[in-house]
Structures are given as C-alpha cells and as structure tokens.
C-alpha cells in the first residue's frame, strides 16, 4: 500500500524526487532513471509511488486533483452534451493540473507526471474511507482519465496501450467471416459504407459484464456471454479495466487504512480533504475582492445590491430581516460576515444593522447586545479574529438551522415545497413549469445544492445552461463570489454601454 | 363415503392457521435453503441475504436474516407472515444492521431477477382487465417468457434460469448463476437496457424505438432473432386469439403506428370503419399493401417493413419491469410463497412447456390442505415421506430440486477446480 512518508521539516524548496531508500525493493532497480517511471503520459496508477514528499507537497498536489475532480463533478451533473463537458474540463486542466505529452517543449514533463501521481494516491488515501466517497472519486477520476486518453497523442497513446497488456481476445479472420451479419448490423458507421468499414475493422472478443455501457446501447453484438467489440470502441474496454482496478484498489486501501492514522499530522490534513469533496466543494475560500478593487458598500446601497445580486440564501435572510425587523443569531453571524464580504465598512454595518432593527429594539439594547457582535465579526472584539465569510461548504454543513432558524442554504435546508414559493417570489425569472426549474429541483434531489444555485445563477443573468459564474463554467462554492461575479457583469455591462455611448454609436438606441 | 370427497373444508388464505398449516406441513425449506445458499453448509449467500416478511395486516418487516435454514423455519412459523421476500447478500448480516457503522451495510451479491406483469399488457389484450388473468391473455406471458429463456441463455451465457408464476397475473425469473451472482447494477443496467424494447407510457403510441436516433437502422442481431421467435406467437396470440385490431380503438393503434408517407392510412380506416374485419383479415391487407411497395418504391418499402417489424414487437416483445432487475437491493417475492389475494402457490414453471401452463390450475393453499386431509392418518406411507408428496404440489417441488441439484453440481465443481488450482502450489 501506498503510504507517504513526510518530511515536513524540509524546506518547501526540497521538490527533487528522490527514491525512498526504506521502500526501494523491485521499484528501485528498474527506476533508477526517473524518466522510466513515467514513460507515458497516462498512468494506470497500478504502482504505489515510493518517493519522499514533503507535508506541503502532500497537501498541495491533493488540493489541485482535488478541485479538478469536484470540478469535474459539478459538470456531470450539469448533463452538458459530451464534446462541450470534454472541452470544459479539458480547459480547467491546463489550468490547475496540466499533464503534457512527451513532445511537448518547455514544460517539466516530470515535475507534472509526479504531481499527478502523487496526489492522485493521496487522494485515494482520503476517498477510501465510505462506500459513498469511494463511488464519488471513482467517478471523477474515470472522467478525468477519460478525457485525457482521448486528447492523448495517438502514437503515445497505442504505446501506453500496449504497456498495459491486456488480454483482449482478437475475434480471428475465421470467426470474423462467420459473423459477419451480425458483426456488420452493430457498427455504426457514418460516412464510410458498411463493407469497407467491415473490412477494416477488427474486434476484441469480452465477456459482456466487462462492456455493461456498450451493451445497454446495443453497440455490441453479444453471444453466448461474450460482446464482441470493435476497435473503434476500445475507449470503453480502457475504461472498464481503469474503473475495475481502482474500485479493487480503493477497498483494499479502505481495509489497510487504520495504520495510516498513526501519523497525526496526515490525518486532519486528509480528514479537510475528504469533508472538502463531500460538500462537492474543493476547498473554496473565499479572498475578498473588496480590498482589491475598492468598492465599498454602503448602509444606502445595501437593499439595491441585495435585489440585483445576492444568492439565494442571503437573499432569504435580507428578507426576514426587512420583514421582521429581527434575526436569529446564527443567521445574524451569516449575513454580517457576509456583508463584511461585499465591502460593508464596520462603521456602515452598525448603520445598517441599527436601521434594520427599527424601532423594535430601543439604542441602549442594541448598543448593548448588537453592536458588540457586529464589532466582534470585523475583529474589533474578543480574540480579535478576522471571521472570514462563510463559503457554502459551512453554511450547507456547519449549525444546520433548527425549525425557527433563518439560516443556512435554501437548496439544502428549505422543504421542497417552500423551495419552491420561495424562489418564485424572489426571481420573477423563474416559473414553476419551466425547464429551469425542473433543473433546479433535479439538482436538489440529488443533493448538488451548490449546482441548483448555480443554475439560478445562470438564469437569473441571461446565461445559458453550463455557463456557470466564470469562464470555466464554474459552480457557485461561496455565496461572496456569486455576489461579486454578478457585480462584476454588472459592471462590464455598464462599461459596454458607456463606450457605446462614448463612441457615439448612432446604431444602438438606448431606452 | 363417495360424497365425502367434494366435502372439504374452505380454507381461506389469509386465515392465521391455514398460512401456519402450510408451512408447518408444506413449504419446502430445505430446497429452498439449498437454491439461496448454493452449498449445504450455511454460507454468506444465506447468513448475510436478507429476507423481508409481510405480517397479517400489512405489518412490514425488512433486515431479516439467518444462520441456519432451521432458524429460518422458526422465525417463519412464528412471525406466520402473509408472505416474504428475498434480497441480496449485503457485506455484513442484515440483523446487525443497527449496531455496523454507516454505509457498512451494502448490497454485494444477489440473483438476477426479471418481473414480468400482465398489468403491462392491459392496452393490448382484450379478454380481461384488471387483476384478472384467464389462460389465454397467459399466452402473453408465455411468448415473453420463450423470447427471455433464450436470450438469457444464448445470448448471455446463462444457465441456471427459474421461472416462477407469482400466484396471480405475472411471472418472476430468478438466474443463479455466479455470474449472475456478481453482477453490479451498472451490469443489471445495461444488461437490462438491452433487454428492454418496449418504452413509453399510456400517451405514447409507438413504444418501440430500437433503431438509433433517426429510427432507420436495422434492428440488433439479437431483436432479429427475438422477433423471428415472435412472428408465431405475433399472429397466434395477437392476432388470432386476443384480436387486437378488432375494435375501433384497436385498429385505430394499428394504423397510428404505420408510416404516414403514403396515404395508406386513409383508405384503410374507411374500409375499417365500414366492415368487421378480424384482426387477422386486417394484418393480411396491411401486408398486401406494403408487399405492393416492393417493387415501386424500395427505400418506402424498408420503411414500411420495418415498421411492421416494430409492431410485432410492440404487441409480442416481453413487457419487463425493468426497475427490479437493476439492482440488487430490490426485493422480489419468494417462490413457493402463497399469493395473498388468489390463495395460488407461487409455484415453479417449466419453460419449454410454458404454453401449456394454466394459472387457474395451480394449486391454492386450500386444495393442499384439503390433501392433506385426505392422507389416512395411520398410513405408514404418511409416516416416511415428506407431507408435499401426497399433495399436488410434488411435481412442482420436484422441479425445484432438480433445478437446485444442478446448482449446486456446479457450485461443487467450481469449489472442486478452485482448490486443485491452490494445490498446485
Ligand atoms: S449554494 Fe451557497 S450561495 Fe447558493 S444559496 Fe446555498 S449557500 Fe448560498
Ligand atoms: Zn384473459
């Protein structure tokens, strides 16, 4: 089993790999050139890595996989058509976990390859621990893989192939003759004629259960429990013994998993990684982006904000809050960070909150009891801790609302009825038999909480389906990045008009 | 003494004593044990399967498991349940299910199973409606279960298949082999995807799509095969016996599902609306006409063809439920069970002589008890034999074992070729 060995005393720096002398028994001799370790671009991931690694490398190369393989989920389950979720992660790769081929020039192919690995096993060290987790990464990782085999140098590809041995069984020129029928009504061909493509193509003899996709779509001719599959079909035979691998490699990592616990400092650091995953959140913080650009927020503009771009669950809160005059204090600590997040100076936060509170509360109470809470969220109190605004993740798992509570996320805590007269009465965009809705409640179903905002975010911007809140199609992890990514179109929308209007276009009228 | 014989007491299935009675004396246990268990010592297969028991009055009882088949039996004549059900073999035994960590309690190996029920051939049969069930509207049934029986076998390699009638209008099947066993339910998926032709609810009129997304290809080698089996049963069943396209709303189907590229359709319904023509009559000139097209116009011809080849699955192919069969945690009705409502045994049934079967002459609960009473209490032929032998439930027992022993003749020689293969070393 894979277990990593760090050294967290190391300077950061200390990035060379370097063979584990404790561990280096078969591996090492015919690894003695890092290069052969990673011959190929794609890796089955078959052998545990016997390299040091530092503590931060551990945690860093786990988090990039792991935003990739949320990522990655937040797309499935957005049901995009193929080619356009392909290129949607193909376009996250590149960023955050890129893996070049062998030809590729100025780039540490190694220095990739190695991360890759590395975090991939930490990963599985993390994903094992619930049959739930472990399906949840299987997922993801089959997907990744996926994509990644089928953008692969085709010479390189065959070569990895090869690598792998499989033993396929080739249906022989006799038997091909024999099914000829048959094999020729499976093909689908497009283009080509039949005959032609019957000529040129040759077929793997499987038994059925190892190709269940291809055989739900009758894309194979199946007799006597063997499928009969095409080469142009490969891809799901890959696949197949990809997933049935690592399904294999997880259980038994599950079993092995009490020893690993042993070293305290990797078991928080997993722990964060898998709570992290199960919120469907890859362990999003939020960075304020009010200190950067400057735009402050104040007491006035607070209700005007709200309105235009507030998500969902603080939408609800401002609310109540206008509505009632009152808020619970969890709720309170929600929306004020929150606020804090959007640029509400703390001398405006205690304006708003003395306005909203009205007359319902005289100056001495809320001087009293208010003013210190909303000081002690700008740090100004107490431990003098700078709160950072709760992202989804903590809203949808931490303090779950009580019955009387405000709080929390609506997709996850509201009924699904109230769910649904509550987005109805905020977002006029919204109706109750249209398509959008039907996604929104879908995603609830399924728990994807942060997806069904998402979709809400897209509809009520004018956004298609998969757009998401950036360029990446990104999903909604922080309630302040959806405020702030629907500030910033605002802004660019402003910004189109004035140059318009700037440039004198006589072409565009305004009204 | 001669009139004794028609005197029998009524023996009402959802009385307390009868279902006791049965199974104190009747149900076969050991059979059973051994058709769950595949070996003749308790192993996961049955210590860690989950039964489900109905209770009278509709009490429901799930995570039920046990160590032995005498267990079994116990809890069996103590609980008296109206009936049971079989799940998979989870990763722990079920009965501890309160005490196993989260998540610790997963489905792993289970029977495939397939459900079919008449209440999906209420559009197109015609003799009953409803929870009824007559011998002909069974030739349905029988069809399906002809085109399953081989494709299960010969398409997918497998063996060890048990056709079980679920006591009123429907039919189970329960495939043993390991392979069988092992399945994922992304296997059963796709497998059972595969299987399924018939799609789409009461709104839709054409629930036959299985030629790609332009509905022109050619039909699956395997569907082809199917609907050759099909084409007699097609016209013995649809169109002979049950006269689909009889009535108004029948033919009215018909002609919905034909192409509209040529005005075929408009004729034939005023002929329709003017005579009484048989169903059969009506198919014959629909051929006739498509026939004509052949030489004509050959690619309308294809059309037509393949139309007529949708219709006879649509009306022949196997209506599968195909929910149950895709995963494994899915609980399905024991055999050997007594239906609740009909009082019938859900008995075994054979199927190269399903055509043959008669649900109304399966044995109920009550004409095996009054069997058994018929038995002379001091009989020394009583005291050897097992009490099902003397009732007309024994052939249907004798299926089963027979069934069971070739199980567990290659459960034997697996374990046998296992260990010689670890001798080796
Ligand atoms: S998903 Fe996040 S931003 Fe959206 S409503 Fe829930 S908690 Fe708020
Ligand atoms: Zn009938």
Known sequence: MFKPSTRHNLPALTADVKINKRQSTSASSSSSSSSSRWPYRLNFYDQPPVLDITLEEFEVFAIARLRVLT???????????????????????????????NTARNVNVLEERR?????????????????????RFLRSELALFRQRFETDDAAERAAFLKSLQFDWQLVDAGEKARLETELKTCLWTSGTSKDEAFR????????????PDLVGQRRVYINGGMAYVPQSLQISLVLQAFGSRLERALELTAKNLPRLDEDERLGPVLDHLATSFLSGLGAAEYQSESDGNGTTVTADMVDDVARKHFPPCMRNLYDRLKRDHHLKHFARLQLGLFLKGIGLPLDEAVVFWRRMYGATMSDDKFNKEYKYNIRHGYGQEGKRMNYAPKSCQAILTINQPGTQDSHGCPFRHFSPDNLVIFLLSTYPQLDRSSPEMRDILDSVKTSHYHVACTRVFEVTHGLKKGQGLGPDGETVTHPNKFVDRSREMERDRMEAIKAKEGGGDEDVKMD | MAIAVNEHADYDPSSPQVMNAFYRRLFPYRPFFLWLNQDHVPAKLYTHREFAFTLQGDVYI????????????????????SRFEIGPQYSARPRDRKTLPAGALQPQRRELVFDIDMTDYDEIRTCCTDKKICKRCWGFIAAAVKVLDHGLRETFGFKHLLWVYSGRRGIHCWISDPAALDLTDDQRKGLVTFMEVIKGGKEQAK???????KDEGSLHPVLKESL??????????CLRDQDCFRSEQGWETLLALL???????GPLRADWKNSDKSSMAKWEQVMKLVGEMRTSNSPLFRKYERALEDIILQYSYPRIDAEVSKHRNHLLKAPFCVHPGTG?????????????????????VGELLNELDRIPPDSGEARKADDYEHTSLKPYVDMFEKHVAAILRDSRGAKRAAKEESMDF
């Open chain 1, 71 to 101: 990522h990655i989920e937040a797309l499935s389950h957005r049901s995009l058509p193929f080619p356009q979720f392909s290129s949607a992660v193909g376009t996250y790769l590149k960023q955050h976990l890129p893996l070049s081929s």
């Open chain 2, 207 to 213: 629930k036959v799509n299985v030629r790609g997304s």
């Open chain 2, 62 to 81: 799930r995570y039920n498991s046990f160590h032995t088949a005498d267990e079994f039996k116990r809890e069996v004549l103590r609980l008296n349940p």
């Open chain 2, 259 to 265: 192409p509209t590229d040529r005005d075929v359709v």
């Open chain 1, 200 to 211: 040129a193509e040759s077929w793997f003899k499987v038994p059925w259960h190892t190709v």
């Open chain 1, 115 to 135: 991360k890759d690995e590395i975090g991939h096993w930490v990963l599985r060290l993390a994903f094992c621990r619930s049959p739930d987790l472990r399906a």
């Open chain 2, 228 to 237: 050759e089996l099909l084409k007699p049963e097609f016209v013995d069943v």
């Open chain 2, 344 to 364: 019938r045994i859900c008995v075994p049934v054979n199927p190269s002589l399903v055509d043959e079967f008669d649900p109304a002459l399966v044995p109920t």
